[in-house]
């Protein structure tokens, strides 16, 4: 049985930093493109960053310089460091795991609150 635990949300002043994580658990972690997104109250859910098996990145506008998605296959983690962090980046976070371009699993969302 698959487990997506997350875990590294919290409340941070203006310009602070954070770091998240997401354990997939019981799957073959490796061969899978592994994602943050986020949603704001009244909002819709956005893709914040992506890594595929390869290593490669992307990484949305609003976040790129700013946050660096990184992954190790040996312990089934994927990690978001958020650095320079703004009000308006606060928000449930979800990790995604995707094979294929068909997700394939959702984590159950870490809250972070980026307030003074």
């Known amino acids: 049985q698959v487990q997506v635990v997350e875990s590294g949300g919290g409340l941070v002043q203006p310009g602070g930093s954070l770091r998240l994580s997401c354990e997939v658990s019981?799957?073959?972690?490796?061969?899978?493109?592994l994602g943050w997104y986020r949603q704001a109250p009244g909002k819709q859910r956005e893709l914040v960053a992506d890594?595929?098996?390869?290593?490669?990145?992307n990484y949305a506008d609003f976040v790129r310089g700013r946050f660096t998605i990184s992954r190790d296959n040996a312990k089934n983690t994927v990690y978001l460091q958020m650095s320079s962090l703004k009000p308006e980046d606060t928000a449930v976070y979800y990790c995604?795991?995707?094979?294929?371009?068909?997700?394939?699993?959702w984590g159950q969302g870490t809250q972070v609150t980026v307030s003074s």
């Open positions: 019981g799957s073959i972690f490796r061969i899978y493109t």
């Open positions: 890594i595929r098996s390869t290593g490669m990145t």
């Open positions: 995604n795991a995707a094979y294929h371009g068909s997700t394939l699993y």
